[in-house]
């Protein structure tokens, strides 16, 4: 079945250039054109709507993916961004043309598919793009993190950087629902007075002068749970306010993504002190990939389903339009972020 309306003979992608060196450029990615692919037997064409930005992207991109132990992704890849689309061919039994569907499709117009990894979206659930943002992959990240830091008493003080980002605001969002005294770290008031209105109890700016003495006031030194989204510098300010016994859960290291292995050698070796804190205050650290867990997806859909159902301002997005705006969408989750999930239109 072919459904005509929305084919278009280019197909029009993100392909990566150069491995990006530091901070990545905007000509690290190029925009190609080429004709629409066409579906095999068993396989899916689907028209992308909303493309996914993704600080993890950044580690895909690199020249030694994570200090070389994942292969670099070759020059003229299509950057494999999640995306969500909807199907416009299909030559298998389980999707029909019309279905709306997530997964990671490549940032570009058209996608195929093998179906594998897709997650068909029920449009009358909500906007389809929540299945980027809250309802996707970010949001489950925030959900699996809290069920890897196990058992948490409601008045866990909880401390989140990152959040007003993706996962930021789905664990605020989460913590709410659940009694949890979250206590957020963002850049500048705005996104602060947003997280306290979003289920933070309180928010503070990462920016201000005197950041590490606002951030004491705000916890004292009693975080029970420290869900980390960005590594780097900051775990300098929050170590010595952990409870001991206390966790640090890394989700994520995104300060960090630019130069994993210290290549540029800019800044101080952390290890040592952070070593010493774990020592010093007993505490445990952990980390998890959200597809380490993904027995967990039902359960996840169902809670932040009626989160969003009953405040859906909560679910907020950061909207680019343009298929040629995706390499400046991407750069600027590191140097100048937004509110919610980045999410490009085309
Ligand atoms: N473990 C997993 O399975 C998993 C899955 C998905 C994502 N992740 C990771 O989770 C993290 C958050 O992802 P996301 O999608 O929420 O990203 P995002 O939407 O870009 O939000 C990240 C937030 O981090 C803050 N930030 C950025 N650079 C920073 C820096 N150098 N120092 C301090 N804060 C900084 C920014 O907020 P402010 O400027 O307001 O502070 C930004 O809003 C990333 O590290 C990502 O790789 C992990």
Redesign the pocket.
């Given at each position: 079945m072919v459904l005509n309306r929305d084919m278009d003979s280019i197909n029009r992608r993100v392909v990566l250039r150069a491995h990006p060196q530091g901070l990545v450029r905007d000509d690290d990615l190029a925009i190609e054109q080429g004709p629409v692919p066409q579906p095999d037997e068993g396989q899916l064409l689907v028209r992308n709507h909303w493309l996914s930005v993704?600080?993890?992207i950044r580690?895909f991109i690199d020249a030694a993916p994570l200090g070389g132990s994942v292969p670099p992704m070759p020059i003229g890849t299509t950057v494999p961004g999640p995306a969500v689309g909807q199907v416009i061919r299909s030559n298998r039994p389980d999707f029909a043309v019309g279905d709306w569907v997530e997964g990671r499709l490549g940032w570009q117009d058209y996608a195929l598919s093998s179906g594998q990894g897709l997650n068909r979206i029920d449009p009358d659930d909500g906007p389809v793009e929540l299945a980027l943002g809250m309802l996707g992959?970010?949001g489950?990240?925030a959900f699996?993190?809290l069920d890897v830091a196990g058992p948490l008493a409601q008045g866990t003080i909880l401390l989140v950087?990152?959040?007003?980002?993706?996962?930021?605001?789905a664990v605020g969002a989460l913590a709410r629902a659940r009694g949890l005294h979250a206590i957020g770290?963002?850049?500048?008031p705005g996104?602060c007075a947003w997280l306290r209105k979003t289920g933070y109890a309180d928010a503070v700016d990462?920016?201000a002068p005197d950041f590490a003495e606002q951030l004491a006031r705000a916890v004292g030194d009693r975080v029970d749970l420290y869900f980390d989204?960005?590594?780097?510098?900051?775990m300098d300010s929050v170590l010595p306010l952990m409870k001991r016994g206390g966790q640090v859960l890394?989700?994520?290291?995104?300060?960090q993504?630019d130069d994993m292995v210290g290549r540029e050698g800019g800044g101080h070796d952390r290890l040592p002190a952070f070593l010493a804190a774990v020592m010093a205050r007993g505490l445990i650290v952990k980390?998890?990939?959200?597809?380490d867990h993904l027995a967990l997806r039902p359960a996840f859909l169902a809670e932040m389903g009626a989160i969003i159902r009953a405040d859906p301002a909560i679910a907020r997005v950061h909207v680019t339009q343009g298929m040629e705006q995706v390499p400046a969408a991407f750069r600027r989750?590191?140097t100048d972020?937004?509110?919610?999930?980045?999410l490009v239109r085309i």
């Amino acid at each position: 079945m072919v459904l005509n309306r929305d084919m278009d003979s280019i197909n029009r992608r993100v392909v990566l250039r150069a491995h990006p060196q530091g901070l990545v450029r905007d000509d690290d990615l190029a925009i190609e054109q080429g004709p629409v692919p066409q579906p095999d037997e068993g396989q899916l064409l689907v028209r992308n709507h909303w493309l996914s930005v993704d600080p993890m992207i950044r580690i895909f991109i690199d020249a030694a993916p994570l200090g070389g132990s994942v292969p670099p992704m070759p020059i003229g890849t299509t950057v494999p961004g999640p995306a969500v689309g909807q199907v416009i061919r299909s030559n298998r039994p389980d999707f029909a043309v019309g279905d709306w569907v997530e997964g990671r499709l490549g940032w570009q117009d058209y996608a195929l598919s093998s179906g594998q990894g897709l997650n068909r979206i029920d449009p009358d659930d909500g906007p389809v793009e929540l299945a980027l943002g809250m309802l996707g992959l970010p949001g489950f990240s925030a959900f699996v993190g809290l069920d890897v830091a196990g058992p948490l008493a409601q008045g866990t003080i909880l401390l989140v950087s990152g959040a007003a980002g993706a996962v930021g605001s789905a664990v605020g969002a989460l913590a709410r629902a659940r009694g949890l005294h979250a206590i957020g770290i963002a850049s500048g008031p705005g996104k602060c007075a947003w997280l306290r209105k979003t289920g933070y109890a309180d928010a503070v700016d990462r920016t201000a002068p005197d950041f590490a003495e606002q951030l004491a006031r705000a916890v004292g030194d009693r975080v029970d749970l420290y869900f980390d989204n960005v590594g780097g510098p900051m775990m300098d300010s929050v170590l010595p306010l952990m409870k001991r016994g206390g966790q640090v859960l890394i989700c994520g290291l995104m300060a960090q993504y630019d130069d994993m292995v210290g290549r540029e050698g800019g800044g101080h070796d952390r290890l040592p002190a952070f070593l010493a804190a774990v020592m010093a205050r007993g505490l445990i650290v952990k980390a998890f990939a959200n597809i380490d867990h993904l027995a967990l997806r039902p359960a996840f859909l169902a809670e932040m389903g009626a989160i969003i159902r009953a405040d859906p301002a909560i679910a907020r997005v950061h909207v680019t339009q343009g298929m040629e705006q995706v390499p400046a969408a991407f750069r600027r989750l590191f140097t100048d972020s937004v509110v919610g999930k980045s999410l490009v239109r085309i």
